[in-house]
C-alpha cells in the first residue's frame, strides 16, 4: 500500500519533472522539496525512500537485489508441461527484409532473392575509433530510406549532438532524412524512458549508437550499475529484435589492439558482428566474423571509401576476391589429383618390392666406418 | 608474338609436364644405408626413386651445412652423408621438427625431384598459371603474349604491352616495351617484370626489381593477392618504378671483369655441340663476336704481372672492362631472344641473366670514381 506522504512526494515529482528524479544530492532536493506547498509534513527519510523507489535500483545492495536472477526453487514452481514443437510446425513471422541496394545486402544475408537486412535480427557493428562505423550505418539507413521509403528506420545517438551531427550531415548529405534520436536531450530526465520508448516503438530498422556509451551514461548518471545496465539494454534489443521483429544495429567499441568492448552476452545474442577495419594502405573494410543470415560470406572483406557524400563499396576488388576463391577451390581439387597420380606412379604395388633393402632407422650401434 | 595456337600448345605441354605433389610428414620419409647413392627413399612401404637435388633439398631442410653434404659425395662417402641426413632427420622428428612437407616428383623422369616445407609451397597450378595469362590478355588492350618458356620443370610466360616507353635522355635507342612474366617453378610462382627493348628486339626477364610479386600461399588469400598486383602493375602500364633510375646507372657503369666473365661462362657453357673442336671454335666465336672486351681486358690483367686465372672473385670486380653494365645486359638478352648459328641447352636462361644483372641492386663498379678522391 502506498501511503498519503508518499503519494505526496510522487504527487511533486509527477508535477515538478514529469515522474522523474532529477539527477543532484538528494539533500539538495530536498530542501527545494520544503519549499513547495506539498512539502509540508514529510521527513527527510521519507523523501529520501520515495526517490529510491522512483529512480529505480542505485545504490550497490539495491542493484543487488533487482539485477541478481536468483532461480526459484524448482519445488515452489508449479508443475507445468514443457512446449516442445517440430521446427517444421513452429509459428514464424512475417520477415521483413530491408535492402540498401548496394553490395552490402549480399553480406547481410545470403537467402533468396538478393539478401538484405532481416527483421528480427539484432547485429553488433564493432571497430576501432575513427574506423568509420557511423558513418557506413548512417549510410545503411539513409540507402534503406532510399530504396524502401515505407520502411521506419531510427538512428539513436547518445554520443553525438546536434553539433556533431551537423558536420556529419555536412559531409553526408544522404543522411537528411534519417530520422534520429538525441539522448542527449534526455540525459537531465527521462533517460531510460527514451531508449524503451525508441527500441520498443513503431520503427523496424534502428541503430544505436552506441551500446557502450549508453551502459556508460545509465551507469554515470543514474547510478546503475554496469552489469545491470549492460544487461537491461541487451535484453531490451534482444526483446525488441526478437519478440517485436525490428532489425537492431548496436555500435559497440573495440581497443586498438582489435578487442572487443563489450559483454559476451552481447557476443553470444546476436545474429550478426560485422567488424569494420582498416586495411592495407588504410583503406578500410567491413566483414562480417558472424553472421546467422549470411554463413557464407563470413569473413570476406568489402573494401568501401567515401565519394560523393555516401559510403561506396569496391566492386572490383570483391569480384576479384570471388574469382579468387574460385580457382583456390579449383586449385584445391587439382593438388589432390596430383596427389592420386603421385600415389598411382610411386606408391602402388608395382613399386613396392619386398626385395629391396629395407629402410635403416637411426640408432647408436648403426654406424659407419670412415675409411682412412 | 605467339600465335593462340602456339600459346594452346604451350599450355597443354605445361599442364601434361605439371609436376606431381605430395604432402608428407617428415617422419613418413624412411633413409636406407644407400639411399643417396642408389638414389631412392621408402614411402609408405614403397621404395621410391628420388634425384640428388631431392637429398640436398632434404639436407637443407634439416639444416645441414651443404658444403659438408657436398663434400661427402665428392670424396665418395656418401654413406656419411647418408647417416648424417638420418641422424639429423631422427633427432629433429623428436625433438618437435615432425614438420608438414611437400614432396615434389617429375612424372615423365619418375622420381622425386624435390622437398620444400608445406607453409613454403606457394604454386599455383599450370594451368591455373595459363587461365590467368588468358584473362590479363582478355582485361588489358594491347597486352600479347611475347614468348612461352617451357623447360626444367619451370614454366614462364611472357606478356608484353604494345605500347611504347622512349627514355631518349638516356639514349635514342632506349625505347622499351614492358610486361610481366608469370613464372612457375615446381615449388613457386611468381611475377617478374619483363621489358623488351625495340631497336634489337631482346627481352629481358627480371626479378627483384620493385614490382616483383612471388605468391606467398596458395589460397583465397594469396590468389587474391596474386590478381591484385596484376591489376596494380597494369595500371602503371608495367614499367617497374625504379626503371628509369636502374638504366641510368647501367648504361653509367662499366662492367667489371667479375660481371663479364659471369655471364661469357653462362654462355659459354650453356653451348652444345656433340663435336668438341667445334664446340670450342663456336665458343671463341661467342666470346670475340659478343663480349669483345673480355679477351682484351684479361690479356691487360696478365700484361700488369697478374694471372688472372688465379684472381679471386673479389680482385675481378674490381677492374674495368670497355663495355657498360647496359651493354652487357644488352648482349646476354640478345642471345636469349635471337636464334643464332650455335645451339644452346636452354637459350632463355639468357634473358634472365640480362635481367638480373640490370637488376643487381649494385653494380660492382657503381661506386668506381670515388676510388680516386
Known amino acids: 500500500m502506498t501511503g498519503k506522504k508518499e503519494v505526496q512526494v510522487r504527487k511533486y515529482f509527477s508535477q515538478e519533472f514529469g515522474g522523474e528524479v532529477p539527477t543532484g544530492k538528494v539533500l539538495d532536493l530536498f530542501q527545494n522539496f520544503q519549499t513547495h506547498p506539498l512539502g509540508e509534513g514529510i521527513s527527510y527519510s521519507l523523501f529520501n525512500g520515495v526517490i529510491k523507489k522512483l529512480r529505480g535500483p542505485q545504490t550497490p545492495a539495491d542493484v543487488t537485489q533487482t539485477s541478481r536472477v536468483v532461480a526459484t526453487p524448482a519445488a515452489a514452481v508449479k508443475d507445468f508441461e514443457l512446449e516442445i514443437v517440430e521446427i517444421g510446425n513452429m509459428q514464424f513471422p512475417d520477415f521483413k527484409c530491408f535492402k540498401t541496394d548496394t553490395l552490402l545486402d549480399k553480406l547481410f544475408s545470403d537467402h533468396d532473392g538478393g539478401g538484405g537486412i532481416y527483421g528480427g535480427t539484432a547485429n553488433i557493428v564493432i571497430g576501432e575509433s575513427g574506423v568509420g562505423k557511423s558513418t557506413v550505418m548512417l549510410d545503411v539507413l539513409a540507402k534503406i530510406k532510399s530504396n524502401q521509403p515505407a520502411a521506419k528506420i531510427l538512428y539513436i545517438s547518445s554520443e553525438m549532438t546536434r553539433n556533431d551531427l551537423f558536420f556529419y550531415y555536412s559531409k553526408m548529405p544522404i543522411i537528411a532524412e534519417v530520422p534520429t534520436l538525441l539522448l542527449m536531450d534526455y540525459i537531465q530526465t527521462g533517460f531510460v524512458k527514451a531508449i524503451e520508448k525508441a527500441l520498443t516503438g513503431e520503427h523496424d530498422v534502428i541503430l544505436i549508437d552506441s551500446h557502450q556509451d ?66 592495407p594502405g588504410n583503406r578500410r573494410y567491413l566483414e562480417f566474423t558472424k553472421n546467422r543470415r549470411g554463413g557464407s560470406l563470413v569473413n570476406k572483406p568489402l573494401f568501401f571509401s567515401m565519394a560523393d557524400g555516401q559510403v561506396v563499396y569496391d566492386q572490383a576488388s570483391w569480384d576479384l576476391q570471388i574469382r579468387a576463391e574460385d580457382v583456390a577451390h579449383t586449385e584445391e581439387a587439382r593438388r589432390e589429383e596430383l596427389e592420386s597420380e603421385f600415389d598411382a606412379l610411386f606408391l602402388s604395388a608395382t613399386l613396392a618390392t619386398s626385395s629391396v633393402e629395407e629402410p635403416t632407422e637411426f640408432t647408436e650401434e648403426n654406424k659407419v666406418e670412415v675409411e682412412q | 608474338m605467339l600465335s593462340q595456337a602456339q600459346f594452346n600448345e604451350a599450355k597443354l605441354a605445361a599442364i601434361n609436364t605439371e609436376p606431381l605433389t605430395k604432402p608428407v610428414m617428415l617422419s613418413e620419409i624412411k633413409l636406407s644405408d644407400n639411399s643417396q647413392k642408389d638414389g631412392f627413399i621408402h614411402l609408405n612401404d614403397s621404395r621410391v626413386p628420388a634425384s640428388g637435388a631431392f637429398f640436398k633439398q632434404l639436407a637443407s631442410l634439416l639444416n645441414i651445412n651443404q658444403t659438408l653434404n657436398s663434400k661427402f659425395e665428392k670424396n665418395g662417402d656418401a654413406a656419411i652423408g647418408n647417416k648424417l641426413i638420418g641422424a639429423v632427420k631422427h633427432y629433429t622428428e623428436n625433438r618437435g621438427g615432425d614438420v608438414p612437407l611437400m614432396m615434389v616428383a617429375n612424372r615423365d623422369h619418375r622420381e622425386i625431384t624435390g622437398i620444400v616445407k608445406a607453409d613454403k609451397f606457394a604454386r599455383i597450378s599450370n594451368e591455373t598459371l595459363f587461365k590467368t595469362a588468358e584473362g590479363i590478355l582478355n582485361e588489358v588492350p594491347d597486352m600479347h603474349i611475347e614468348s612461352i618458356d617451357n623447360g626444367n620443370g619451370t614454366s614462364r610466360i611472357n606478356l608484353i604491352h604494345t605500347s611504347e616507353v622512349g627514355f631518349e635522355r638516356i639514349g635514342p635507342d632506349e625505347v622499351f616495351r614492358f610486361g ?77 671483369l667479375q660481371e663479364v666473365q659471369r655471364a661469357v661462362d653462362s654462355v659459354v657453357g650453356n653451348l652444345k655441340h656433340e663435336d668438341p673442336e667445334m664446340r670450342r671454335r663456336l665458343q671463341e666465336s661467342v666470346v670475340d663476336n659478343h663480349f669483345p672486351m673480355y679477351k682484351s681486358t684479361m690479356a691487360r690483367v696478365f700484361n700488369a704481372g697478374h694471372n688472372p686465372d688465379f684472381l679471386t672473385d673479389k680482385q675481378k670486380s674490381f677492374v674495368k672492362t670497355g663495355m657498360s653494365v647496359w651493354d652487357l645486359v644488352n648482349e646476354l638478352t640478345w642471345l636469349g631472344s635471337h636464334n643464332t648459328i650455335e645451339e644452346y641447352e636452354n637459350r632463355a636462361r639468357f634473358k634472365a641473366a640480362g635481367g638480373s644483372l640490370f637488376a643487381k641492386s649494385n653494380y660492382d663498379l657503381e661506386a668506381a670514381q670515388f676510388a680516386t678522391i
Not at chain 1, 517485436?244 to 582489435?258: A, E, L, V
Not at chain 2, 613457386?188 to 627483384?208: E, I, P, S
Open chain 1, 214 to 279: 549508453i551502459i556508460v551514461k545509465l551507469k554515470d548518471v543514474l547510478g546503475w550499475k554496469s552489469t545491470y545496465a549492460e544487461a537491461w539494454l541487451t535484453n531490451l534489443v534482444i526483446k525488441a529484435a526478437d519478440g517485436m521483429g525490428k532489425s537492431i544495429f548496436c555500435i559497440q567499441h573495440m581497443t586498438k589492439g582489435g578487442t572487443y568492448v563489450g559483454s559476451t552476452y552481447l557476443k553470444h545474442a546476436t545474429t550478426s558482428m560485422m567488424e569494420i577495419k582498416f586495411g
Open chain 2, 180 to 256: 610481366v612474366s608469370l613464372v612457375n617453378s615446381p615449388t613457386q610462382t611468381q611475377v617478374d617484370d619483363f621489358f623488351y627493348r625495340l631497336v634489337c628486339a631482346n627481352g629481358a626477364v627480371a626479378k627483384d626489381m620493385t614490382a616483383a610479386f612471388q605468391l606467398k600461399q596458395a589460397n583465397a588469400t594469396g590468389i587474391a593477392e596474386l590478381f591484385q598486383s596484376l591489376k596494380a602493375y597494369g595500371k602503371t602500364g608495367f614499367v617497374p618504378r625504379a626503371f628509369a633510375d636502374r638504366l641510368e646507372r647501367a648504361t653509367g657503369t662499366r662492367a667489371s
